[in-house]
Structure formats: C-alpha cells, structure tokens
C-alpha cells in the first residue's frame, strides 16, 4: 500500500485568492490523480498528473483554474486559482496500487468565503 | 462511457445485523475491476474490497463480501455483524487497466446501536 500525506487539511479562503495543495507519496509513482468532492456528493476526476509531462484535464476542467505540478515520482501540487465559493469542496490526491486499487491522501477541505 | 450507480443514497442497520448496498455498473469491456470504498467523517477514502471481473468467485474480506453478477453488471455488498464503526459513506467503483477510476453517487450507511 501507498502512504499519502496532504497538505492543508483544511482551509478558508477568501474569494480571489488561490490555494496550492500538496501531495506526498511514500513510494515512485507513475500516475497521480487529482479528485474533487462537492458536498454531499461523488468523486470527480479533475487531472492525471504524470511526471515530466503536462497534467491530462477532465472535461469541465481546465490548466487555468487548476495548475498542476508534478516535479517528481513522489509529489504533485494542486492549486486552485481565483477561488469562488462554488470551488468549497473536498480536494484529494489518489496513487494506484499494484493491484488497480486507488489510494488516497486524507484530503483537503476548502471552504471560500 | 463507463457509469457506476448507487441507487440506494441512505441505508441503516441495526448493530450486529446484515446490511447490503447495491451498486450497478455499465461498460463494454470484459475486463475490468471493481471496487467499495468506505469514507468515514475523517474524510479518508478506505479501500473495503476489490474484485476482478475475470473471476467467477466472490471476494471477502471478513464481514465484508461481495455479490458480483457479471451478466446482470451488479455488484453489492455486504457487511455481516454491523458495528458501530462502519457507520460511513459507502462508494462503488469501477474501473480498466486503461481507464481511470470511476465512482457512483455513494450509500450513507447509518448503524444503530
């Protein structure tokens, strides 16, 4: 299994301004992933993040609004740009196990007042 | 496209009872993976169980089993000798070698001491 460590766990924002999230695995990785959680809601895949290469955006999601780094195989950044409150959500990195299976940092919560 | 459904948004158990959550699926290919994960308030997504669509057998995971019908494309879950512990969001995932990760909508599970 992967460990993943996430940075914020949470935080409160003020619209306009931009959050950079961070995410370390324990483990060289391929692939990370990049999810959003509306409240109450499912998953959404915003990226896949490759090392070395530009981000693969989701429909709906674009590089503007949603930079991602991916400077090696064992961390990636998500930063969410010019924050409005709809972008109040759950943020999470997931890796791939060996087995297919997804692992997941503990996410972040922002809120956008 | 591939879709995961969670048709059941709220289910409850009385502790130490049986409880299944449903979960429909539709795809065209013949190999793929599924999977339940588990969210607690904590917010950390928790891989329950995984099953490869290549076997027949149905995976377990102590209290934790599955009902995989690959004709039907359903695949639910049970948990035998509910605890108080397994009070969470319950999602259903789908997903390809090639493919990343797909979610239903999610079963809040509620469990009553």
């Known amino acids: 299994s992967a460990v993943i460590s996430q940075k914020p766990s949470r935080d409160i924002c003020q619209r306009g301004t931009s959050l950079t999230i961070q995410c370390q695995v324990d483990?060289?990785?391929?692939?990370m992933f990049w999810y959003r959680q509306q409240p109450g809601q499912s998953l959404t895949l915003i990226a896949t993040a490759n090392q070395g290469s530009e981000a693969t955006y989701e429909s709906g999601f674009v590089i503007d609004k949603f930079p991602i780094s991916r400077p090696n195989l064992t961390f990636s950044t998500l930063t969410v740009s010019n924050m409005s409150p709809e972008d109040s959500s759950i943020y999470l990195c997931?890796?791939?196990?060996?087995?297919?299976?997804?692992?997941f940092g503990q996410g972040t919560r922002l809120t956008v007042v | 496209a591939q879709t995961v459904t969670q048709s059941q948004p709220e289910m409850s158990v009385q502790e130490a009872e049986t409880v299944t959550l449903s979960c429909t699926y539709d795809?065209?290919?013949?190999?793929?993976?599924l999977f339940w994960y588990k969210q607690p308030p904590s917010r950390q997504m928790i891989l329950v169980i995984r099953?490869?669509?290549?076997?027949?057998q149905n995976a377990t995971e102590n209290r934790f089993s599955v009902n995989f019908q690959k004709a039907a494309k359903s695949f639910s879950l049970k948990i035998s000798d509910s605890q108080l512990g397994d009070a969470a969001m319950y999602f259903c995932?789908?997903?390809?070698?090639?493919?990343?990760?797909?979610f239903g909508a999610g079963t809040r599970l509620t469990v009553k001491p």
């Open positions: 995932a789908y997903r390809t070698d090639l493919n990343d990760m797909r």
């Open positions: 997931s890796v791939e196990g060996q087995n297919t299976e997804a692992f």
């Open positions: 099953q490869e669509a290549y076997k027949q």
């Open positions: 483990s060289q990785v391929t692939m």
């Open positions: 795809t065209s290919e013949s190999d793929y993976y």
